[in-house]
Nanobody
């Protein structure tokens, strides 16, 4: 059973920063692209960012480009999402996920392209 555990969410003010972490089970991390998605109340889950299995390629939704940075540490089986200049519209539950295909690049921007998901971490940005 693959487990993904997100952490780092919280309540912040507009303009603040947060760093989310997602720790994956050993043995199911290296070789797989990782993605971050988010879901706000009443809205569909949307793509935020993804990183290739090597960490060398990163992808972002237009809404977060220039503010968010994704990275991974394959020695720690962990993927990060550094979120700067947060806005109230960034408020959502953030999920990390494992891409379906090993060595897949570029990773999918669709949630259907991911096979394992974490439980989510709440990010709330007040104005």
């Amino acid at each position: 059973q693959v487990q993904l555990v997100e952490s780092g969410g919280g309540l912040v003010q507009a303009g603040d920063s947060l760093r989310l972490s997602c720790a994956a089970s050993r043995g199911f991390f290296s070789g797989y692209a990782m993605g971050w998605f988010r879901q706000a109340p009443g809205k569909e889950r949307e793509f935020v960012s993804a990183v290739s299995w090597t960490g060398g390629y990163t992808y972002y939704a237009d809404s977060v480009k220039g503010r968010f940075t994704i990275s991974r540490d394959n020695t720690k089986n962990t993927v990060y999402l550094q979120m700067n200049s947060l806005k109230p519209e960034d408020t959502a539950v953030y999920y990390c996920a494992v891409d379906r295909g090993i060595y897949n690049n570029p990773p999918s921007r669709a949630s259907t392209g991911y096979v394992y998901w974490g439980q989510g971490t709440q990010v709330t940005v007040s104005s």
